[in-house]
């Protein structure tokens, strides 16, 4: 990101990055969580654009670092989605049946306030 910030700014364009975390039904809701990374006079002039589109938004500073949190974010996510099969598959093998430990799983989560 950095190597085409710079191939950019050496040709006159001017690049901001800003990953989103969500998906179509967030977007068309403006629920978007939004990072953004650049300079932060460049940021300045999208800013209130960035904002209009997310509940939840971001700056990360230069180039690349919103692309670093994002990556960030997704190894968390997935680092809990492994955890949650591993719990199923050892409640399973255990003898509970599947929707019980489903059922577990959901009240856990919800009692910990965990995504």
Excluded: C, W
């Amino acid at each position: 990101m950095r190597q085409i910030a710079a191939a950019a700014k050496a040709k006159g364009v001017r690049m901001v990055d800003a990953p989103v975390s969500g998906g179509p039904e967030e977007a068309a809701t403006s629920n978007l969580v939004l990072m953004s990374g650049g300079n932060s006079d460049e940021i300045a002039e999208v800013d209130s654009m960035l904002k209009a589109l997310s509940s939840a938004y971001h700056y990360t500073r230069g180039v690349g670092t919103s692309k670093t949190v994002k990556l960030v974010n997704n190894m968390m996510a997935m680092g809990n989605i492994l955890v949650a099969v591993e719990a199923f598959t050892l409640g399973t093998a255990a003898g509970y049946r599947g929707q019980d430990v489903v059922a577990m799983l959901d009240f856990y989560n919800k009692m910990h306030q965990v995504p």
